[in-house]
């Protein structure tokens, strides 16, 4: 999972008891904290009565939730390497054909806090507590406009969660620019920013292009 949670909580992995699997469970002084990891895999729904019920990839999540032995009264966090539907994409993340891999928030709602992966862009989805983290870092272009951040959770009593987003300044910045060749060519145009940034840089008139890599390069080193 992209990112970090911080708080009183330490994920551990998966317990597996003689004769079956528990979920994990860390102890507090407000009573029991589960904490799960979506963990089950093909293998384990073709040993089910009622798997011929799966059809469909959103069935089959539905399916293994609803195995899960989840204690409602208790504070339940889930950890899922998943897209769900409503998440904004950028060009940094793999895309099933189709939109196969894509389920409905709903799936969730049994868990207080739902902590995703996978998506680069922090983000919620439909409520607060289901929730992307996001990259600590930005992976492409495409992600130059988004405001990376650190997750900090705590969850008090059943019900009661205090979420933080910390935000996270890189070393260097990814960056888009555009210009004509001349424009970008002048020291003014880069007056007051880093330049020290990775840029990519979009020209805006087709000519005078001859000798652009080595004439750029002076002053600004991450084109």
Known sequence: MSGCIWGTLHLAAAVYPPGGRAPCMEESDRGDIHWKKRCRDKQDLAQEDDVETVETYQDALQFVVSHMP??????NILVAHQFVTGASR???EEVSV???DQIGAEVFDVFDY???GHIHSP??????TLRYCGTPLKYSFSEAEQKKSVVVMEIKEKGDIFIEKVPLKPLRDLRKIRGTYMELMSKDFY???ET???LQI???DGGGCAGWNGKASDGIPRI
Request: aromatic share 4%; charged share 35%; hydrophobic share 25%.
């Open 202 to 204: 979009t020209l805006t």
């Open 191 to 193: 007056e007051g920013t």
């Open 90 to 92: 950028c060009e940094s």
């Open 196 to 198: 020290d940034d990775y």
């Open 98 to 100: 189709g939109g196969l």
């Open 70 to 75: 989840v204690d409602a009264s208790k504070r």
């Open 123 to 128: 983000q919620h989805i439909e409520r607060e």
């Open 114 to 116: 739902v902590a995703l």
